[in-house]
């Protein structure tokens, strides 16, 4: 198909598809107004994360933290606390470093541009078309997974859509096309992969307001497209993670490097390896630690983009706190140390 064909199979979809959203839309917190600091914060929360999950974190975070200047002036570990749970913990950094660009350098009112917006920390093409389109009016697309799969099977494409080049090409075959009501067209397109062009081949064709334009449906290739072939191999870290209890009812911490992954948060101790019983003990002797007790709780794993952790849990109960760490209350646990979800795995007190 030409690129001129294309195009206007896409500007076909664009009518039905706004006339479909405006009775289908569904209500979020952030959609109440075109704020650009909520469209902001919502657009980070929902890169990896589910609309259901998010939601009750962005109402909390909202809560805490209800503009760009209360975001540049909180700390980053009440920061990382708010987004504890949320992952790749990497997103709430950037949107500090950014809250403090918007304070400095643009006296604290969000630019309103899609080249200005790319140049903040953790905003890129996708993020600042949404804001620039939703919140300012530019005509400017905001193409993610849904919109990548809607229009592979709009135009019965079998290029490989993880590939930056077809993210490119759609992107500008979008911008051809843009209408008035950009912010709408661009929350349309991902309304309707989320809610009907489903992933896995398994879209609601018979609900879907552009059926009659889509390729895919027309030649039965739902299940095929979108093509998606990952290059990328994800490595396995075998580790020992000690939950250490004090008598005094006190779990031992520890901060993590402020580089690398989850970066900045707090810890349960763990070694390299699945070690054994007899290995721990001499390692909590050398910690100065008293041992009451120690035994194995079985094993859980956690999931990164490009690294998995499988994890041998062991439970010690000690009779001093030492030096060594830092020992959190269950309310501190709670309140104030941020603990990424994967040492959770295993019961705390």
Not at 24 to 42: A, G, I, L
Not at 188 to 195: D, H
Not at 241 to 266: D, P
Request: net charge negative; proline share 4%.
């Amino acid at each position: 198909m030409s690129e001129g064909n294309m195009q206007e199979r896409i500007q076909s979809c664009i009518s039905p598809l706004l006339e479909w959203f405006i009775q289908n839309r569904r209500m979020f917190p952030w959609r109440q107004d075109k704020d650009p600091y909520h469209v902001w914060v919502s657009e980070i929360m929902l890169q990896q994360t589910r609309i259901e999950a998010a939601k009750e974190y962005y109402i909390r975070f909202m809560k805490e933290l209800p503009d760009v200047q209360s975001l540049c002036d909180v700390s980053q570990e009440k920061l990382l606390k708010l987004w504890e749970g949320l992952g790749y913990y990497s997103r709430a950094k950037n949107l500090h470093k950014a809250a403090k660009a918007i304070v400095e350098q643009y006296s604290g009112h969000f630019p309103d541009h899609y080249r200005d917006l790319l140049k903040l920390s953790g905003i890129g093409e996708y993020t600042a078309g949404a804001i620039a389109s939703i919140c300012f009016g530019e005509k400017v697309p905001a193409v993610d997974g849904n919109v990548l799969r809607v229009l592979s099977r709009i135009l019965g494409s079998d290029k490989n859509v993880l590939l930056p080049e077809v993210k490119k090409e759609m992107t500008a075959l979008l911008c051809a096309v843009m209408p008035e009501e950009a912010g709408d067209f661009n929350e349309a397109l991902m309304e309707l992969g989320e809610t009907v062009c489903l992933p896995n081949g398994a879209p609601d064709c018979d609900h879907c307001p552009l059926q009659k334009f889509c390729i895919a449906y027309e030649k039965d290739l739902t299940k095929e497209l979108p093509v998606r072939i990952k290059k990328q191999t994800r490595t396995t870290e075998y580790m020992t993670v000690l939950l250490i209890v004090s008598s005094q009812g006190h779990i031992a911490l520890e901060k993590r490097t402020e580089k690398g992954l989850l970066s900045g948060m707090y810890q349960l101790p763990n070694l390299s390896g699945r070690a054994e019983i007899d290995s721990i003990a001499v390692i909590l002797e050398q910690w100065h630690l008293k041992v009451l007790s120690i035994e194995e709780l079985g094993e859980a794993k956690h999931i990164f983009t490009h690294k998995e952790w499988q994890m041998k849990g062991v439970r010690v109960v000690t009779e001093n706190e030492s030096e060594c760490f830092l020992w959190a209350s269950k309310e501190d646990l709670h309140k104030k140390y941020p603990l990424p979800t994967a040492f959770r795995h295993f019961n705390l007190i």
